[in-house]
């Protein structure tokens, strides 16, 4: 037992030893961290910290980055569904207001033709209309009330529409001029040849009477002669799309210049107007004068 003990105990030469080594190492300490060590250490430590402190940056900027997107996305969609909804409500208003519109137009093309026939005019409105009927026509929003009476003319911007066929206290049927049983006196604007225009329907109608000896071709205007003392001379009726020669007369088949089908608002000659209007629809086209020879007088 004493012996053991004498192992453990430690001489002198060990202590000293031991002395030298922690007085080595703190002078190496002192030499690495120098004479302030607490903030070596701490720069130490902010050095160390610093990875840690970038990965940090970025998770926060992703996470930033990734709420400013989802908001970005969310404050899209809401601006969309508020655009969609204002187009939406702008393309229903649009709808509601083009039949106005178009009856506006239609107005003021009426308020210009009022202009061009000097004849005591008046204005009234298609209610609905029978044409698609056999011997169908225009009702009118005017009957006997207003002065209406039967075969008053009945005039659009584009040509003439028919003439009043029956008139009640307070609507008016029109006979379309493209009516099987409606017939017009018209004549054909370049040879002034006359004839009567009978309806075929659809927006058509052909010419009898027409000698074959007239020269007449494809496109050229039909107006009214004035003969049935319905319409005045010079309004527009239409323009011949097929030229046919027959035995006796030509076979000609006319587009009529009014639009039947879409029109809404017309004029009324008077009953029996004057032969002839001071402007008719379409003047006729002018003679170009022969070119003279070199040398000739």
């Known amino acids: 037992m004493p012996a053991r003990a004498a192992r453990r105990?430690?001489?002198?030469?060990?202590?000293?030893?031991?002395?030298?080594?922690?007085?080595?190492?703190?002078?190496?300490?002192?030499?690495?961290?120098?004479?302030?060590?607490?903030?070596?250490?701490?720069?130490?430590?902010?050095?160390?910290?610093?990875?840690?402190?970038?990965?940090?940056?970025?998770?926060?900027?992703?996470?930033?980055?990734r709420r400013d997107d989802s908001r970005s996305l969310q404050d899209l969609q809401a601006e969309n569904a508020r655009l969609a909804g204002?187009?939406?409500?702008?393309?229903?208003?649009?709808?509601?207001?083009a039949p106005r519109l178009a009856e506006a137009e239609e107005a003021l093309r009426v308020l210009g033709l009022r202009k061009l026939i000097p004849l005591?005019?008046?204005?009234?409105?298609?209610?609905?209309?029978?044409?698609?009927?056999?011997?169908?026509?225009?009702?009118?929003?005017?009957?006997?009330?207003?002065g209406l009476v039967e075969d008053q003319g009945v005039l659009a911007p584009e040509g003439i529409v028919g003439r009043i066929w029956s008139v009640g206290p307070t609507q008016a049927k029109v006979l379309p001029v493209d009516?099987?049983?409606?017939?017009?006196?018209?004549?054909?604007?370049?040879?002034?040849?006359?004839?009567?225009?009978?309806?075929?329907?659809a927006s058509r109608a052909h010419i009898r009477y027409v000698s074959n000896q007239e020269?007449?071709?494809?496109?050229?205007?039909?107006?009214?002669?004035?003969?049935?003392?319905?319409?005045?001379?010079?309004?527009?009726?239409?323009?011949?799309?097929?030229?046919?020669?027959g035995e006796l007369e030509l076979e000609l088949t006319v587009q009529l210049a009014a639009p039947l089908d879409r029109v809404s608002t017309v004029l009324l000659l008077p009953s029996q107007p004057p032969l002839e209007v001071q402007q008719p629809f379409v003047q006729p086209e002018q003679p170009k004068p022969a070119s003279r020879k070199k040398g000739t007088p």
């Not at 409500?89 to 207001?97: G, K, N, V």
């Not at 009516?179 to 329907?201: D, E, H, K, Y």
């Open 9 to 65: 105990r430690w001489s002198r030469a060990a202590w000293r030893r031991l002395a030298l080594v922690l007085l080595w190492l703190g002078h190496g300490a002192w030499v690495l961290l120098g004479p302030d060590a607490g903030r070596t250490w701490t720069r130490t430590a902010d050095t160390l910290a610093l990875p840690a402190q970038g990965a940090a940056r970025q998770w926060e900027g992703w996470r930033s980055r």
């Open 86 to 97: 204002d187009l939406a409500a702008l393309r229903l208003r649009d709808a509601q207001e």
């Open 120 to 146: 005591e005019l008046s204005a009234a409105r298609v209610l609905y209309s029978t044409r698609p009927a056999a011997f169908g026509g225009l009702i009118l929003d005017q009957g006997r009330d207003h």
């Open 179 to 201: 009516a099987p049983n409606a017939s017009v006196a018209v004549m054909l604007i370049r040879s002034r040849a006359t004839g009567v225009l009978q309806g075929l329907g």
């Open 215 to 245: 020269v007449v071709q494809p496109g050229e205007a039909v107006l009214t002669s004035g003969l049935d003392r319905v319409f005045p001379r010079g309004l527009l009726v239409g323009h011949v799309v097929r030229v046919e020669r």
